[in-house]
């Protein structure tokens, strides 16, 4: 009997214990499912260049560096945080030789995440057979079954990108340079008829299809939506680009990177995109750039004639807010003046513009006095 009740006892303790495990398991919060990729398993780049190597790690071109462009937001999904390395391909003396890879298995490569025991746990691949797209945007699916394909047969430098979603479905871009991606620097802004005119230095001269850009949007800094980019001219280290004149009293934001996209294909792109093929950039340490269309006021002043002369009012405008100095143009009579003595009777209106190319206007009226009426 005394058995018995031990038994008994017991399993009415395993009961308990299953119950409260049970319990715990269903208040745990569920795991998300699209946070970033662990940054202490950052994403690798192997493939048959290099035997699918994993190592070395974190010291050459295999470990990409996480990177975010034009945000300061801790953990962007959208295509700001991203994962990227540049692999120089050389007949010899480069990281990898060239190898026009096919895809397939043992015929490919992929971008992967994992512990130091299973460096593979997360890959990023292909679902099917095939060679993605240079100086393009593709597509890559969370542990696919096929590793890509890709024609690196060429010596070059192919800088991969890999948008940072999680661990989910994600896209990479690849640009390809016949040298190293030089750096690009904001140096200054100045301004000509209201368009701003942003000055670029670059580390060195661009290859060939190696594009300068300005990537600006009014209002809003939040590059995820609505925005435009200018492509910059120039030669050697010395470039610029003009973003037109924007509605006065607007705050636009900008920043400069380098891409192998063409500016029509940045057009076509989704704004994601636009982020993603990203070689090098100057983001200003992801707050942006920033200036102002300020908005110009103006105001008119000024006396009529004395009493029983003819008209000869002088009128006077004040100009205020707005950019730098102003210009002053007058109807009638086209006067470019700040102040004008008007020798005939009527309403003078004048235009008051600043170096970003926003106005203001105001009138004055010249009035001929009545002549008193003596006894």
């Known amino acids: 009997m005394k058995n018995k009740i031990n038994f008994q006892i017991r399993l009415s303790q395993l009961a308990t214990l299953f119950f409260a495990w ?34 070395p790690y974190n010291s050459d071109y295999r470990t990409t560096v996480y990177r975010k462009v034009s945000t300061t937001v801790a953990n ?9 390395t540049t692999i120089n391909v050389q007949n010899s003396g480069g990281n990898i030789t060239p190898d026009n890879m ?19 746990q997360n890959k990023w691949n292909f679902t099917g057979v095939g060679q993605g797209a240079l100086n393009a945007i593709n597509d890559v699916t969370l542990n696919a079954a096929t590793d890509m394909g890709l024609n690196m047969s060429g010596v070059g430098y192919y800088t991969f990108v890999m948008r940072d979603a999680g661990y989910v479905n994600s896209q990479f871009y ?21 368009a701003a005119i942003i000055s670029i230095t670059t580390g060195g001269t661009p290859s060939a299809g190696e594009n300068v850009y300005v990537r600006y949007r009014s209002t809003t800094n939040n590059f995820t939506a609505s925005t435009s980019v200018v492509q910059a001219t ?41 982020s993603l ?14 200036y102002t269309h300020t908005a110009v ?58 170096v970003n190319g926003c106005q203001a206007t105001c009138s004055f009226t010249v009035s001929q006095p009545l002549i008193p009426n003596f006894p």
């Not at 962007?76 to 990227?84: E, F, I, L, V």
């Not at 992967?112 to 460096?119: E, Q």
């Not at 690849?174 to 209201?194: E, I």
């Not at 990203?278 to 920033?290: A, H």
């Open 22 to 55: 049970a319990a715990c398991v269903c208040i745990m919060p569920a795991p998300a499912t699209a946070q970033n990729v662990f940054s202490g398993e950052p994403v690798q780049w192997v493939g048959r260049p290099n035997g699918y190597s994993t190592t």
């Open 102 to 120: 096919p895809g397939g298995g043992g015929a490919g490569w992929l971008l992967i995440s994992g512990p130091s025991g299973n460096r593979f």
């Open 277 to 290: 093929a990203t070689l090098r950039y100057d983001d200003n340490t992801g707050t942006n750039y920033t």
């Open 76 to 84: 962007p999904a959208d295509g700001r945080g991203q994962w990227a």
């Open 174 to 194: 690849v640009g390809v340079t016949a040298n190293a991606p030089v750096s690009v620097s904001r140096t200054s802004q100045t301004f000509l008829a209201g």
């Open 297 to 354: 006021t103006a105001s008119c002043s000024g006396t009529n004639s004395t009493c029983g002369a003819i008209a000869d009012g002088t009128a006077m405008v004040t100009a205020g807010a707005g950019s730098g100095s102003y210009s002053y143009s007058w109807a009638p009579g086209a006067q470019i003046t700040q102040q004008i003595t008007a020798q005939t009777l009527g309403t003078y209106s004048v235009t008051v513009t600043d």
């Open 234 to 274: 120039g030669s050697g280290t010395a470039w610029s680009a003009t973003i037109p004149t924007q509605p006065c009293g607007t705050v636009v934001h900008y920043y400069v990177y380098s891409s192998t996209r063409t500016l029509a294909q940045i057009n076509a792109d989704s704004d994601i995109n636009r």
